[in-house]
Nanobody, 115 residues
């Protein structure tokens, strides 16, 4: 059974930072593309950042320069470092593990940016 488990969410003040982690099962983690999505109340789920199996990254325009996605293949983990957080970053953040046409989702972790 594939497992994708996020952690690291919480409450942070505007301008603050958080680091999300995602542990994904799989015998060869390095072959998977990994991603972070988010969904705010009343809004559609959107891609925040992704990292391919060869390390190529992609970011939503709204987070470029503030968020950084990285991966540790030895630990089967992907990270999302979020700096200069804004209230509009408030959402449930989901991690994904993808290979070809198959994507697995985590249960999500809440990030709230508020003073």
């Amino acid at each position: 059974q594939v497992q994708v488990v996020e952690s690291g969410g919480g409450l942070v003040q505007p301008g603050g930072s958080l680091r999300l982690s995602c542990a994904a099962s799989g015998s060869i983690f390095s072959i998977y593309s990994m991603g972070w999505y988010r969904q705010a109340p009343g809004k559609q789920r959107e891609l925040v950042a992704s990292i391919s199996n060869n390390g190529r990254t992609n970011y939503a325009d709204s987070v470029k320069g503030r968020f950084t996605i990285s991966r540790d293949n030895a630990e089967n983990t992907v990270f999302l470092r979020m700096n200069s957080l804004k209230p509009e970053d408030t959402a449930v953040y989901y991690c994904t593990r993808s290979q070809a046409t198959t994507t697995y989702w985590g249960q999500g972790t809440q990030v709230t940016v508020s003073s």
